[in-house]
């Protein structure tokens, strides 16, 4: 609201599907400019905006980033408990890639404007794995930039 009101002049982290479900006026009648897509892979929609992991100078650099953005590409994963047998988990798996696959369901949410980009379960497993192998470095080195980052939303 504050920014079509002319109270504020823009917003960092909101995601991509909620603009489009929400106010899609915003990208049809070019209201908003994408400065930078916060992220570890860029949006298709997004054209020119850079990718914040682009701006990595160093492989620590982008594990860092990749630490900090790594939930937005998994966003709100399914899990199960822990010794679920492994024929379970590769039902569980091809249940919801069947789901996220199925045309009714993709036509659905293009009815309700949203971007389904589902990650699968190996692609889940993978990017939990390179998260939890992060060295302490890292670690601190994000730690610290959430916290900065914190303290630059906080000290207006």
């Known amino acids: 609201m504050a920014v079509e009101r002319g ?17 899609p006026d915003w990208i049809r009648e070019k209201k908003i400019n994408v400065m930078i897509q916060l992220g570890t892979k ?7 905006a850079p990718l914040v992991m682009d701006f990595a100078k160093t492989a620590s650099d982008k594990r860092v980033l990749e630490l900090i ?3 937005q590409e998994m966003a709100y994963p399914i899990v199960a408990p822990p010794g679920v047998p492994a ?11 069947a789901v996220v696959h199925d045309p009714e369901y993709l036509a659905d949410a293009r009815r309700q404007s949203l971007d389904p980009d589902p990650v699968n379960g190996a692609g889940v497993a993978s990017l939990i794995d390179r998260i939890y192998t992060s060295p302490p470095e890292v670690i601190a080195r994000a730690k610290a930039a959430i916290e900065d980052g914190k303290k630059m939303t906080t000290n207006k």
């Open 7 to 23: 109270e504020a002049d823009g917003t960092a982290g909101i995601s991509w599907s909620n603009i489009t479900a929400i106010k």
């Open 42 to 48: 860029k949006h298709p929609d997004l054209g020119d």
């Open 69 to 71: 953005f790594a939930r």
């Open 87 to 97: 024929d379970r988990v590769r039902i569980l798996r091809q249940a919801f890639d």
